[in-house]
């Protein structure tokens, strides 16, 4: 694709083969397409729908993980067929005018507070993927009533059906389309690559450590094959664990300096302070709340609030192996208390862990998956390259009403 120098209506980026060719138009929804307003009311279909902003349309128990709605009001629900598109009005951070999806499940049944249309062209993924920009926001910000609920758009159903869509010729629309889609396909590609090597550490991890009241892992490396097994102990004697120091929330900031420190929580960075508890390379484990448990390393120069324990190693383990062992333990297990699940210091050092007896093994076990940890984030940081590339490919292939020029 090539930028196209524009002298009327057309986006920032164009194939070549549409260099110079008409100028694109913007036609108003109620022109392409026409609500679906028909209401399940026999109540035979029973598959609730919803149109979440992250995932698109999905099965109502698949994303709240049980029914939101009951079987006995579905009868004033609109019935949503395969390929209709869904506006849910609900506002959040990453649909700031609420989502507008396809519906690639199946035949469903969704809340009257949605707005349904469907495409007279059957070819319509074009469109699709423009509902993922933001170039018709502004139409719905001005269209939308004020005085309206914070957490929901408030637009007639006629305004939302005279937003206008941008359209060019059926050839141009389908290659945007095809390009999008193969463009998702390689997403799906890296996101699959780095689920199986997450998958491939659990499962790694699982093998290199005992399992519990066992001394002798399943995988071993060929040197320690002969040794003696692991020494069976508790966590208070491999390190030595110190609860956090309190900090008030007015001297935590945000932002970032060469005389501030990282402040880590029970649920890892927190902000940045004028002073630091700790220098070095510790693990941490969350005390207190949802993540109660869970375990970062950190390095360097840190503050650790009173809700996170650090985790210092005793003579002869070593950091990198703590840490991982720490994971695989499972911590939030051994939380107590109802309304705030906490972890205790005493609890903690009463753990039982296994332990290599030779320091060697804990250095390559942790040098092993350490290399794979890296190998891990190298693929997130594709797979976020690959979504920011189509973030901005997605924006300079649609012309926005704005760049009309009267």
Not at 136 to 149: D, E, L, P, V
Not at 238 to 260: T, W
């Amino acid at each position: 694709m090539q930028p196209e120098k524009k002298t009327g209506f057309v986006p920032k980026l164009r194939f070549p083969e549409f260099l110079g060719t008409a100028e694109w138009k913007f036609v108003s929804l109620n022109k392409l397409a026409k609500r679906r307003t028909q209401k399940n009311r026999s109540g035979a279909i029973t598959r609730v729908l919803t149109n979440s902003a992250e995932y698109g349309v999905v099965d109502q128990r698949d994303y709240f993980d049980k029914d939101i709605a009951t079987q006995g009001n579905l009868e004033s629900y609109y019935v949503v067929e395969k390929g209709d598109y869904v506006y849910n009005p609900r506002i959040s951070a990453s649909a700031p005018v609420g989502p507008i999806s396809k519906n690639n499940v199946a035949t469903g049944v969704m809340s009257p507070l949605y707005s349904v249309f469907q495409f007279g062209e059957s070819n319509n993924d074009y469109y699709s993927y423009y509902f993922k920009t933001t170039g018709w926001h502004q139409y719905i910000r001005q269209a939308s009533s004020t005085g309206a609920r914070h957490d929901r758009m408030a637009i007639t159903n006629n305004d939302f059906m005279a937003m206008p869509l941008p359209v060019s010729t059926p050839d141009e629309q389908q290659k945007i389309a095809k390009f999008l889609v193969s463009l998702d396909e390689l997403l799906g590609l890296q996101e699959q690559k780095l689920d199986a090597l997450k998958l491939h550490k659990k499962g790694l991890m699982q093998q290199l450590f005992p399992t519990e009241d066992d001394t002798v892992p399943t995988l071993r490396f060929p040197e320690f094959q002969d040794s003696d097994g692991w020494e069976l102990t508790l966590l208070g004697e491999v390190c030595h664990m110190q609860a956090g120091k309190f900090v008030a929330a007015a001297d935590i900031s945000e932002k970032n300096g060469s005389d501030l420190y990282p402040c880590y929580g029970g649920n890892g960075l927190r902000g940045h302070t004028k002073s630091y508890t700790h220098s070095g390379r510790y693990s941490l484990i969350g005390r207190q709340g949802a993540l109660c448990g869970n375990v970062n390393l950190v390095d360097g120069n840190f503050h650790a609030t009173e809700h996170a324990v650090v985790a210092t190693p005793k003579t002869g383990i070593y950091t990198e192996w703590l840490f991982y062992m720490l994971v695989l333990l499972n911590l939030n297990r051994f939380a107590t208390g109802q309304a705030q699940p906490g972890l205790s210091v005493d609890v903690l050092n009463k753990v039982a862990c296994a332990v290599p007896r030779d320091q060697l093994e804990q250095i390559k076990i942790a040098s092993c998956l350490t290399l794979l940890d890296e190998r891990i984030t190298l693929e997130a940081r594709n797979l976020d390259a690959l979504k920011a590339h189509k973030k901005g490919l997605l924006q300079q292939l649609f012309p926005a009403p704005a760049e009309v020029q009267e």
